[in-house]
């Protein structure tokens, strides 16, 4: 089985059987970054470009090491660096990498929906690695790995999402695929921060914190994104941390096996203690490296050939 599109844009347009072929390739993936030698030969000749017109650290790492350990050619373009500087529009960018070879071109770019215009303007592979408040498809993909990983299944769980949902592309992007993948997903936050249209998403939305967290398998943290507000939309981060920070106390209100998960960059002491981000219920160090097997297997389904590794 093979992915429908050649790219990978978000997990709206993702099928269940799509987003299960993913996860069950990023099996096969894991194994291969817990050998000694991390080095398969799969994608050699084949060129990834990473093109990141925001700060990274885990995503565009990650699908770098990807690339490389299934052989790939790889380039990061910085575009503090680059020709966007001089005022070079995305689609010659993105045209002027094409020309060179590029096989698939991973952007993360501040505006909702410009990876859509790359796949309208590049005949090669597009993965979005994060657009403006759109989605963060392979975040999202990642999490629910490391949730069937630990759970040992996705359907029927119960899932709070907790802080910044509006602004929040991972949280999009969870909310489609755990909806499709069968999960009771709840979302919670200050209600300037949630969607209005939550129910069109399938999912339960409460300013009650503690009402999310009650009898929840997987709580799942987000970053206040402090970059994005406009402001006025929370009185202080001091007061948000009160009203909404998970601590020990609110986590206690989950089930007792329950799963704390954050994407990462967390602020520590803002939307979750310390004590719980270090503790055994914390699959935040887990998530970074099953980033790179899911990442592996979207590159491998993408350009590899799409049959079982
Ligand atoms: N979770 C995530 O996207 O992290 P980075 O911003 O470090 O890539």
Same mark, same amino acid.
């Given at each position: 089985?093979?992915?429908?599109?050649?790219?990978?844009?978000?997990?709206?347009?993702?099928?269940?059987?799509?987003?299960?072929?993913?996860?069950?390739?990023?099996?096969?993936?894991?194994?291969?970054?817990?050998?000694?030698?991390?080095?398969?030969?799969?994608?050699?000749?084949?060129?990834?470009?990473? %093109? &990141?017109?925001?700060?990274?650290?885990?995503?565009?790492?990650? &699908?770098? %090491?990807? +690339?490389?350990?299934?052989?790939?050619?790889?380039?990061?373009?910085?575009?503090?660096?680059?020709?966007?500087?001089? @005022?070079?529009?995305?689609?010659?960018?993105?045209?002027?990498?094409?020309?060179?070879?590029?096989?698939?071109?991973?952007? #993360?770019?501040?505006?909702?929906?410009?990876?859509?215009?790359?796949?309208?303007?590049?005949?090669?592979?597009?993965?979005?690695? +994060?657009?403006?408040?759109?989605?963060?498809?392979?975040?999202?993909?990642?999490?629910?790995?490391?949730?069937?990983?630990? /759970?040992?299944?996705?359907?029927?769980?119960?899932?709070?999402?907790?802080?910044?949902?509006?602004?929040? #592309?991972?949280?999009?992007?969870?909310?489609?695929?755990?909806?499709?993948?069968?999960?009771?997903?709840?979302?919670? +936050?200050?209600?300037?921060?949630?969607?209005?249209?939550? =129910?069109?998403? @399938?999912?339960?939305?409460?300013?009650?914190?503690?009402?999310?967290?009650?009898?929840?398998? !997987?709580?799942? !943290?987000?970053?206040? =994104?402090?970059?994005?507000? /406009?402001?006025?939309? &929370?009185?202080?981060?001091?007061?948000?941390?009160?009203?909404?920070?998970?601590?020990?106390?609110?986590?206690?209100?989950? /089930?007792?096996?329950?799963?704390?998960?954050?994407?990462?960059?967390?602020?520590?002491?803002?939307?979750?203690?310390?004590?719980?981000?270090?503790? !055994?219920?914390?699959?935040?160090?887990? =998530?970074?490296?099953?980033?790179?097997?899911?990442?592996?297997?979207?590159?491998?389904?993408?350009?590899?050939?799409?049959?079982?590794?």
């Amino acid at each position: 089985m093979r992915l429908k599109s050649k790219h990978v844009l978000g997990l709206r347009e993702m099928e269940a059987e799509e987003i299960n072929l993913v996860l069950d390739t990023a099996d096969s993936m894991k194994e291969i970054i817990g050998r000694e030698i991390k080095k398969v030969p799969t994608l050699r000749g084949r060129t990834l470009v990473t %093109l &990141f017109y925001e700060p990274s650290t885990r995503t565009r790492t990650s &699908f770098e %090491l990807a +690339g490389k350990y299934m052989s790939a050619d790889t380039v990061n373009i910085a575009t503090t660096t680059s020709a966007v500087v001089k @005022g070079e529009t995305l689609k010659d960018t993105a045209r002027t990498l094409e020309m060179m070879g590029t096989d698939v071109l991973v952007m #993360r770019h501040p505006i909702s929906g410009s990876c859509h215009l790359l796949a309208r303007t590049v005949s090669c592979s597009v993965i979005n690695a +994060g657009d403006g408040m759109h989605e963060h498809p392979s975040q999202g993909l990642l999490d629910l790995y490391t949730i069937r990983q630990k /759970k040992g299944k996705i359907a029927g769980l119960r899932v709070a999402i907790v802080g910044d949902i509006l602004h929040s #592309r991972v949280a999009r992007s969870n909310l489609w695929g755990l909806t499709k993948l069968g999960a009771e997903v709840v979302v919670t +936050g200050p209600s300037t921060l949630l969607p209005p249209a939550a =129910q069109e998403l @399938g999912v339960r939305a409460t300013s009650r914190v503690e009402e999310a967290l009650e009898g929840a398998d !997987v709580v799942n !943290v987000l970053r206040l =994104q402090l970059e994005r507000q /406009k402001g006025g939309l &929370f009185p202080s981060i001091r007061e948000y941390s009160r009203m909404f920070g998970v601590n020990r106390e609110r986590l206690a209100l989950a /089930k007792p096996d329950v799963l704390l998960m954050h994407p990462g960059p967390m602020n520590r002491g803002v939307e979750l203690s310390s004590e719980v981000a270090d503790s !055994v219920y914390s699959s935040i160090n887990e =998530q970074v490296t099953n980033g790179v097997a899911v990442r592996m297997a979207l590159l491998y389904l993408l350009l590899g050939g799409g049959e079982a590794a």
